[in-house]
């Protein structure tokens, strides 16, 4: 591309820099500047995320505003977790300034970066509807298969523990949880209520339950409430 651009000047014998004339135009390619060696060259190199648009069709409106890429979504949380960064409002920050980051999230030097309340919005809205990061995760399995990388003979399940935001003293009985009462009900219990709707199988009652985040558990490892994360194929 061609911009404007200031020079340096010219550099005199005792290091000092004088000030040219503006030059009109300078050159500059974002390919350029990313080693060949780049992790997320290599990552590139075999993403396609081409079907993503056809999977989140109905969840956009063909009125209002133009939407954001749900490309330029996708390819910056894989940058998040590449290279662990785990504050979306950091994402955001370094995405902005890394020109890797920037040429594997197709953005050019102009291109603005999307602030990061639009990944909560998309994460708890429609990518949660759509259950688009399955469908990422399905569409990367597959072409595992297709490359050899995966044979389908076996897996492994990981697990977590994440701090819970809930408070066992405020719990209460099981038997006794009741939301119908409440004014209004927050995320995670609109999930578990979701959940429990959805399951088949007989779940035993908990003896003592958060109605902030009633999925949270009591764990002995920490002495406190926690919320497992589970991680499944």
Same mark, same amino acid.
């Given at each position: 591309?061609?911009?404007?651009?200031?020079?340096?000047?010219?550099r005199?014998?005792d290091?000092?820099?004088?000030?040219?004339?503006?030059?009109?135009?300078?050159?500059?390619?974002?390919?350029?500047?990313?080693?060949?060696?780049?992790?997320?060259?290599?990552?590139?190199?075999?993403?396609?995320l +081409?079907?993503?648009?056809?999977?989140l069709?109905p969840?956009?409106s063909h009125?209002?505003?133009?939407?954001?890429d749900?490309? /330029? /979504? $996708?390819?910056?949380?894989?940058?998040g977790?590449?290279f662990? $960064?785990?504050?979306?409002?950091?994402?955001?920050?370094?995405?902005?300034?890394?020109?890797?980051?920037?040429?594997?999230?197709? /953005? +050019?030097?102009e291109?603005?970066v999307?602030?990061?309340?639009?990944?909560?919005?998309?994460?708890? +809205?429609?990518f949660?509807?759509?259950?688009? /990061?399955?469908f990422v995760f399905e569409?990367?399995?597959?072409r595992?298969?297709?490359?050899?990388?995966?044979? +389908?003979?076996?897996?492994?399940?990981?697990?977590?523990?994440?701090?819970?935001?809930?408070?066992?003293?405020?719990g209460v009985?099981?038997?006794?949880?009741n939301w119908?009462?409440?004014?209004?009900?927050?995320?995670?219990?609109?999930?578990?209520?979701a959940?429990?709707?959805?399951?088949a199988?007989?779940k035993?009652?908990?003896?003592?339950?958060?109605?902030?985040d009633?999925a949270a558990?009591?764990?002995?490892a920490?002495?406190?409430?926690?919320m497992p994360i589970?991680?499944?194929?």
């Amino acid at each position: 591309m061609l911009k404007p651009r200031c020079s340096r000047g010219r550099r005199g014998n005792d290091g000092t820099t004088t000030r040219r004339q503006k030059e009109l135009f300078y050159s500059f390619n974002l390919d350029d500047h990313v080693p060949s060696d780049h992790l997320l060259r290599g990552i590139d190199q075999f993403l396609d995320l +081409g079907d993503l648009h056809r999977h989140l069709a109905p969840y956009y409106s063909h009125t209002g505003r133009p939407s954001i890429d749900p490309q /330029l /979504l $996708i390819r910056m949380l894989i940058v998040g977790y590449c290279f662990g $960064i785990r504050s979306e409002r950091h994402l955001c920050e370094e995405v902005h300034l890394n020109l890797a980051y920037r040429w594997f999230c197709r /953005l +050019g030097l102009e291109d603005s970066v999307p602030d990061h309340s639009t990944f909560s919005k998309n994460r708890h +809205g429609r990518f949660r509807d759509s259950d688009t /990061l399955r469908f990422v995760f399905e569409q990367v399995l597959e072409r595992c298969v297709r490359e050899g990388l995966v044979g +389908g003979e076996g897996f492994a399940i990981d697990a977590s523990l994440v701090k819970a935001d809930a408070n066992r003293q405020r719990g209460v009985p099981g038997t006794e949880a009741n939301w119908a009462n409440q004014p209004s009900v927050s995320r995670p219990v609109r999930e578990y209520l979701a959940a429990l709707d959805q399951s088949a199988l007989e779940k035993s009652t908990p003896k003592n339950i958060s109605l902030t985040d009633p999925a949270a558990q009591w764990s002995a490892a920490w002495g406190q409430l926690t919320m497992p994360i589970r991680l499944t194929t």
